[in-house]
């Protein structure tokens, strides 16, 4: 299905597709006059960007122990999608300036970029559903060792190993670049060789090629994004600025996505300028910085996401299969009780994942 095609809540990140794509359709379908007065103009144009200003710096000040985790990302999005609502709506009152040069071309623009980002969507749909699995992996441990069970015997630590063996081949696939799930949707609909093609950037189906590229994507959605020049400032009547601003947030949030989720070919290494006199500028930078320096901590630097659960997921199975590893049978008294604790842990890990994936594919 094509990207332009994007409708219904079963699609993943639905409210972002509709969104996007209502956008167009409104801007194509109604070239009616201006319905807002310059100085109204220019006051909701000043609160589109003290929305922008909140949202980042309420992210950017959040308690250290929520960032990067999934209800972190969940207010992301919602910031997201309020902020292009409210974009969507500034588009329709003025769209007879809109349909004039230049904000004809910066608003093609936008939406050239809104179609990569959904591309984005879809491999990180791909990559929610991965998590998953690995939930479901985690599950399997927790039957087997369920603190229910009076005694814990070696057939309940084999079958907790076998599902631990499982998770650690799975988790070490995608880092390698992919699992077997997301290149099997990914291959949906690929038969040309030109679809196939490294330099192919636009999906013509629901998910993406073996050769897409998450980093590349990025790039292609931030290439020749520059803030707009004074004299288009004044003869836009700073309308320039919001459409700078709405393709910044648009870009940036993929970047989150595709640092925190497991998608296809990673890579973090975007080059990333904004200038500061923008008033969100500030908090979207110093959010880039504290995610950039998240990659680089020795246990997150070879992660196939930044997402928190998963980092939670990795130290808890690494506990349990240390713990598995060196039990000795029938378990003494102590060593019983910190399989308990452990496994405690890991239910707790389960029941997030299990609270927060759906909400966010649906967001």
Sequence with gaps: MPATDYQGSSVPFASIGRSILSIRRDQVHSMEGNLESASAQDQRLE???RMVTENFHDLSSCNPDEFLSLSWISRLLDGFLSCQEEFRAILQSHRFQFAKPPLDRQTSEFFERSVKALDICNAIRDGIEQVRQWRKQLEIVLSALDSRQRTLGEGQFRRAKKALTDLSIGMLEEKEGGSVLAQRNRSFGRNSSKERSVGHFRSLSWSVSRS??????LQAIGN???APRHNDVLATGGLAVLVYTMNTVLLFVMWVLVAAIPCQDRGLQMHFSVPRNFSWAAAVLSLHE???EESKKRDRRN????????????????HITELADS????????KEKEVRQRVEELGQVCEVLKDGLDPLEHQ
């Design 327 to 334: 039990v000795h049978l029938p378990l003494s008294v102590d």
């Design 212 to 217: 897409w590229s998450a980093a590349r994507q």
């Design 303 to 318: 992660s196939c996401g930044l997402l928190k659960e998963i980092h939670q997921i990795e130290k808890c199975a690494r």
């Design 224 to 226: 020749n994004l520059n």
């Design 47 to 49: 609160a589109f960007q």
């Design 290 to 292: 504290k995610i950039v």
